[in-house]
């Protein structure tokens, strides 16, 4: 049974870091492409960065230069490092990967206060 566990989410000010973690289990993360996605609340989730099996990665624009996805396979998990943080970026982070079946982490927080 595949699960993804979020954590590292909170409050932090404009300007500052947070770095979420994505802890897998029933699955080698390693094999598969894994994501993070946001979602406001009334909006569409939006993809935010993306790591492949090869180690390449993508970036939505908005957060390029900012966040950086790296995953350790030893632990199994996969990390989003968010620096220079906006207001903008308040949204619930999900670990996501498609591996016959979308999987789905329960999400964290990040608020940005200006």
């Known amino acids: 049974q595949v699960q993804l566990v979020e954590s590292g989410g909170g409050l932090v000010q404009a300007g500052g870091s947070l770095r979420l973690s994505c802890a897998a289990s029933?699955?080698?993360?390693?094999?598969?492409?894994m994501d993070w996605y946001r979602q406001v609340p009334g909006k569409q989730h939006e993809s935010v960065a993306l790591i492949t099996p090869g180690g390449m990665t993508n970036y939505a624009d908005s957060v390029k230069g900012r966040f950086t996805i790296s995953r350790d396979n030893a632990k199994n998990t996969v990390y989003l490092q968010m620096n220079s943080l906006k207001p903008e970026d308040t949204a619930v982070y999900y670990c996501?990967?498609?591996?016959?079946?979308?999987?789905w982490g329960q999400g964290t927080h990040v608020t940005v206060s200006s």
């Open positions: 029933g699955v080698v993360i390693s094999f598969n492409t």
């Open positions: 996501h990967l498609k591996s016959g079946r979308d999987y």
